[in-house]
């Protein structure tokens, strides 16, 4: 029995099926389809699948469809929200760097021409800017001597934590400022990491790994090293603010910072795309890219939060290792993973792959840490000018 109920002052019928006494509603087809979010050939099409009923109205022409049943499928369709992820922004007014589409800027000075410009020491003091002389840079032999200490008495330890460890064997300077800490630490480490005493930074660390590099090399490092300094609030300089809002040492929030910067989704990034190059030369670029997205896996080196148009750091540093002398099968398949990305992802090549691909073109190890050395200087730029903020201004609210 079909039951019809008018309702004078809308003007709207509406169909009712009872039976013995159970009365459900009946739409027609276009509320059934606006209902449910389709096209009413999309409705007729879930009607022949049989996961939709109809029924004939009295007329023997007009389709008709328990409103109930509608609902229901609707409902089974639609996607739940995505739950609020919690998340902590903080704005925090910073002097130190800028990050602009074109290139960062450090203390209004391009980064993009400060590599070719600039060495990293003169890059550091710029961040610095505490007015110290070049002779500030001395290596501190009795800080490099109780750095080895502790390090060779925690060994086997990976090159960050052996960094942290050095770190903190720095924090009975607790008169020192950031600066002086982090040109302590700059100074010694690449000494720890297993490079000589002599020579600047970039010299010293590079021949940690080769004992002779060419000078290619050499500025290829030193080109990463000063794109790498700072870039801002990124996730572990964060940390250190966040350490010296409660006036922890120097030493200690840049020991902080290290160990944040460890993370895959961090400092750590061009390790991953150090081994997705070693893999694409195992099985070719194709195959290698094909196995990040089979996986569902981003692929390591691509896209940024930041630089939606490209990674302006990205071609300076790639540049500078496409200079180093090495076997041009190294260089293809950099080429040849970055093509393929190119062909099968809408992101564009970050530093995080330039860097993967020093390591690679040059044959470093895949954990050299170049990336966690440059930072220190930016943490300790941010580590002072935090002490300019009030105590303890941060505070998560759970929720």
Known sequence: MICINVDLINVDLTFRSCHHGDVSTLIGSTEAATTLGVTKPTLYAYVSRGLVARQVAVDGRTSLYDRTEIEALA???????????????????????????????????R????????????????????????????????????????????????????????????????????????????????????GPQNGGIAGRLTRAWRRRPPPELVDAVSTALILLADHEL??????????ASVRTSPAAAIATGLHVVAGPFHGAASQAASRLFELAADVGATDAVGSYRRRGERLPGFGHSVYRRGDPRFEPLLGAVRRIPAPAERLRIVDEVIAEAGRSIGHLPNIDLALGALYHVADLPADAPVFAVARVAGWAAHYDEELGERPVRFRGLSR
């Not at 739940?80 to 960062?104: G, M, N, W, Y």
Request: net charge neutral; glycine share 4%.
């Open 234 to 243: 990124a996730t572990s300089t964060l940390a250190v603010r966040v350490a």
């Open 75 to 109: 409902n089974r369709s639609r996607r739940q929200p995505a739950a609020e992820r919690p998340s902590i922004d903080v704005k925090i007014a910073t002097a130190i760097t800028r990050l602009h589409d074109d290139s960062p800027t450090y203390r209004g000075d």
């Open 111 to 194: 980064v993009v021409d400060l590599v070719t410009t600039r060495s990293f020491e003169q890059v550091a003091d710029l961040l610095f800017a505490d007015g110290r002389p070049e002779s500030a840079w001395r290596l501190d032999t009795a800080a490099l001597t109780r750095a080895r200490t502790i390090v060779d008495a925690a060994a086997p330890v990976s090159p960050i934590t052996a960094l942290g460890l050095a770190a903190m064997s720095l924090d009975g300077e607790s008169s020192a400022d950031a600066a002086v800490v982090a040109r302590q630490l700059l100074t010694i480490a690449p000494s720890i990491l297993g």
